[in-house]
T-cell receptor
Framework: AQKITQTQPGMFVQEKEAVTLDCTYD???????LFWYKQPSSGEMIFLIY??????QNATEGRYSLNFQKARKSANLVISASQLGDSAMYFC?????????????FGSGTRLQVQP | DARVTQTPRDKVTEMGQEVTMRCQPI?????VFWYRQTMMQGLELLAY????????DSGMPKDRFSAEMPDATLATLKIQPSEPRDSAVYFC??????????????????FGPGTRLTVL
């Protein structure tokens, strides 16, 4: 089974509009972390936002917020007021457990295109 | 501005040659990860280290790949012999794991710019 599922291969959004990128995850661990990364066409991976499984509040970082629904095992990224520079690939990732394996498992990504 | 650095940024080599990729993690970080990104497989974990000790290299083909951390400021990934199917972008990432009883207080991983490897 896929650990991280991103069902939207591509998304379009108008500049200044909000957009939600979907991510569902699968884990039996009680403690885990969820991450979103942005990969622009230049190729680097840029950390955007983190949500811990025990965090009661949804994470926010500027225009980015994470809509964390634990019971549904979803961790959707919301970008408010989209900008042309937001056009990129977006990856959802998960780190499972408190100890032991701490690397990230990535989803297949969503390509976001912001249109003027 | 602390960053993970990787060298070389681009490498073109012929099948059968040895390839060495280097990574300098952010000073003070105690975990290092190697990932590979291809169009077909996406992002995959190859290996990761904590406090210079390898904790997981199950994603790495053992017969040709090796990863080491000779010291806290250098991580290396070697492929010998290289094959065309190894062509990919290889990312190094570093992070800091701190906390009590393994409960993390800090979770961000910082990625390097990647090494684009082409094996002809």
């Amino acid at each position: 089974a896929q650990k991280i599922t991103q069902t939207q291969p591509g998304m379009f959004v108008q500049e200044k509009e909000a957009v939600t990128l979907d991510c569902t995850y699968d884990t039996s661990d009680q403690s885990y972390g969820l991450f979103w990364y942005k990969q622009p066409s230049s190729g680097e991976m840029i950390f955007l936002i983190y949500q811990g499984s025990y965090d009661e509040q949804n994470a926010t970082e500027g225009r980015y917020s994470l809509n964390f629904q634990k019971a549904r095992k979803s961790a959707n990224l919301v970008i408010s007021a989209s900008q042309l520079g937001d056009s990129a690939m977006y990856f959802c990732a998960m780190r499972e457990g408190d100890t032991g394996r701490r690397a990230l498992t990535f989803g297949s990504g969503t390509r976001l295109q912001v249109q003027p | 501005d602390a960053r993970v650095t990787q060298t070389p940024r681009d490498k073109v080599t012929e099948m059968g040659q040895e390839v060495t990729m280097r990574c300098q993690p952010i000073l003070g970080h105690n975990t290092v990860f190697w990932y590979r990104q291809t169009m077909m497989q996406g992002l995959e974990l190859l290996a990761y280290f904590r406090n210079r000790a390898p904790l997981d290299d199950s994603g790495m083909p053992k017969d040709r790949f090796s990863a080491e951390m000779p010291d806290a400021t250098l991580a290396t990934l070697k492929i010998q012999p290289s094959e065309p199917r190894d062509s990919a972008v290889y990312f190094c990432a570093s992070g800091l794991v701190i906390g009590l009883a393994g409960v993390p207080l800090y979770n961000e991983q910082f990625f390097g710019p990647g090494t684009r490897l082409t094996v002809l």
